[in-house]
């Protein structure tokens, strides 16, 4: 079953702009995690945020977790053409036999 | 470079005509994933291994099977495909079970 809801479906914006997403899951989990892929090929891992931690950054990325509200953001600062990309969150529950469980994804566009 | 490796990337297959699909991997990972990805949607988990310990998706149709011999290899059998059954097929590995996933860049079942 669904365990996590991504919004915006998709999104475009204009390169050097920055890019926010957010998802949204159902049940408690031990941590967060968010990945991309480009078309047609594999997913690659961006960032995995655990259940007792509220904020995570790498590079241009900044994560925020937000337990009490089931809910998460990825932001990805001075977008560049190579960020056009879906990107899922994945959340591995409580109690969930250590998998791992996709949420809907966002569709990212820069426009050069 | 340590990597997990998908062959054959693009597959052919006729409706009902037993297929496998191959997933390699050079990063001694104990944990195993299948995923089937459909165009525009989440992958979705069809099982995994820890270790040698199989474990099946409740609702993994019966028609896919698979197989790990070893630590390295791991493999989907479909015993009989469907139209339905044409999608991307993601193999992925992790050292931690629950924790960060490396992906293979997927095989692209068409079914005729």
């Known amino acids: 079953s669904q365990q996590g809801e991504e919004d915006p479906q998709a999104l475009s914006i204009q390169e050097g702009e920055n890019a926010t997403m957010n998802c949204s899951y159902k049940?408690?989990?031990?941590?967060l995690q968010w990945y991309r892929q480009n078309s047609g090929r594999g997913l690659v891992h961006l960032i995995l945020i655990r259940s007792n931690e509220r904020e995570k950054h790498s590079g241009r990325l900044r994560v925020t977790l937000d337990t009490s509200k089931k809910s998460s953001s990825l932001l990805i600062t001075a977008s560049r053409a190579a960020d056009t990309a879906s990107y899922f969150c994945a959340t591995e529950k409580n109690f969930g036999n250590e998998k791992l469980t996709f949420g809907t994804g966002t569709r990212l566009t820069i426009i050069p | 470079d340590a990597m997990v490796i998908q062959n054959p990337r693009y597959q052919v297959t006729q409706f009902g005509k037993p297929v496998t699909l191959s997933c390699s991997q050079t990063l001694n990972h104990n944990v195993m994933y299948w995923y089937q990805q459909k165009s525009s949607q989440a992958p979705k988990l069809l099982f995994h291994?820890?270790?040698?310990?199989?474990?099946n998706e409740a609702d993994t149709p019966d028609n896919f099977q698979s197989r790990r011999p070893n630590t390295s290899f791991c493999f989907l059998d479909i015993r009989s495909p469907g139209l339905g059954d044409a999608a991307m097929y993601l193999c992925?590995?992790?050292?931690?079970?629950?924790?960060?996933?490396?992906f293979g860049p997927g095989t692209r079942l068409t079914v005729t």
């Open positions: 049940t408690s989990i031990n941590n």
């Open positions: 291994y820890y270790d040698k310990d199989f474990n």
């Open positions: 992925a590995t992790s050292k931690i079970a629950g924790e960060k996933q490396y």
